[in-house]
């Protein structure tokens, strides 16, 4: 069904805040709470008027995204690091995650202590943090702003998108 596609919602200041279906954005532009950025190839045909069918919107008014909106899960940390393992640089589709100060020493379960490890790094450094197991990160591992990661949870990207998130860009594509 065409009112179930997805509808990337920007917000006032065009980062990316949430997606939503189609029949949701058509209402918020109907009530003036949005405007049209692009649209998406068809159209909805009522009996009075044509819509073009939303693909990108914009928020009229500055919603401000709250903290939790960052929580930590494993897809968002794969995305920030490139789906790269941080200790050997590997490119992989089955990374795990890796606490750089294990949680057994007191590391917390945080943006900043997370990274995407291979299994074979992440099996080789154990228990330990990376200067006993002599494993160097590649990037230090940073909490997501202001762009919300979560938004890769919520299914496919669509490519006319991608110029709205900018922590897509540098992504491998396959
Ligand atoms: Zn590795």
């Not at 190839?41 to 909106?69: C, E, Q, W």
């Not at 943006?111 to 197991?133: D, F, I, L, Q, T």
């Amino acid at each position: 069904m065409m009112l179930n596609n997805p509808v990337l919602i920007l917000n006032q200041n065009y980062q990316p805040l949430n997606i939503c279906n189609t029949k949701r954005a058509l209402v918020l532009l109907d009530l003036g709470k949005a405007e049209l950025m692009q649209d998406a190839v068809g159209h909805i045909n009522t009996v009075s008027k044509a819509f073009k069918l939303p693909s990108i919107i914009r928020l009229y008014r500055m919603v401000k995204i709250p903290i939790d909106v960052r929580r930590l899960s494993r897809i968002g940390v794969f995305v920030r690091d490139n789906h790269t393992c941080q200790y050997c640089g590997t490119y992989s589709k089955t990374l795990t995650l890796d606490h750089v100060i294990p949680r057994s020493k007191g590391g917390q379960h945080e943006w900043n202590n997370v990274v995407s490890a291979c299994s074979s790094c992440n099996h080789k450094k154990a228990g330990r943090n990376p200067s006993e197991a002599k494993m160097n990160l590649i990037r230090e591992p940073y909490a997501p702003r202001p762009n919300p990661f979560y938004l890769v949870e919520r299914g496919a990207i669509l490519s006319e998108w991608k110029p709205f998130i900018p922590w897509l860009v540098s992504q491998t594509s396959d």
